[in-house]
């Protein structure tokens, strides 16, 4: 049976051989950006869930914390927080709904928003990253006011949070090149493809 449906390809028209490799990639190119949806869908819901723990967390401890610059830290935590939840439902609102248009139009609106993830996350540095080691370091050096806490064990916990802080970030470079280019790039051949 295969090779009975190999023969008949191979010995179509060319015309033919383009609608089927059209329509394959077509097939491929949804499954994946199916998956990367529900990808980003879920990561969205996580990180909306962290970020509301850490708002309350931080909240509290702005109220129980003694020292100044751990006070400090905690309020900017908060609005470390706020800012994530703003940046994450900013980056929602270009997803793809379901196909309302033609299937080039669901195409053309599918590569923004993976532009736009792209570059949610190569900016992430800036306004996720720093911000979140900036705001550790400084909630931790707060502590040096008390004598009950060791000066190397806080800055063992700074070291940890720029090393966790790095470590995110060579992560979401990761997950840029492995699953956004790569959705890129089969959704412009796939373009092409359809235009041609």
Known sequence: MEDDL?????SSPNRERVKFERSRL???VQ????????????????ATV??????LVFMFYIYIIPFILSKIASGLAVLFAINVVMQLRKAKKNEPKDLTGTYSEYLYKTRIFLLGQKRLIDTAVYWAIIPAIAVCILFFLGFLESPLFATTGIIALCVGCITLGVTVFFLSKWW????ITSNLKKIDELINALEE
């Open 6 to 10: 190999i023969k008949i390809w191979q």
């Open 31 to 46: 499954k994946t950006v199916d998956r990367f949806h529900g990808m980003i869908r879920s990561g969205n819901r996580r």
């Open 26 to 28: 077509m097939v491929e």
């Open 176 to 179: 840029v090149s492995m699953a």
């Open 50 to 55: 962290v970020t509301l723990i850490i708002l």
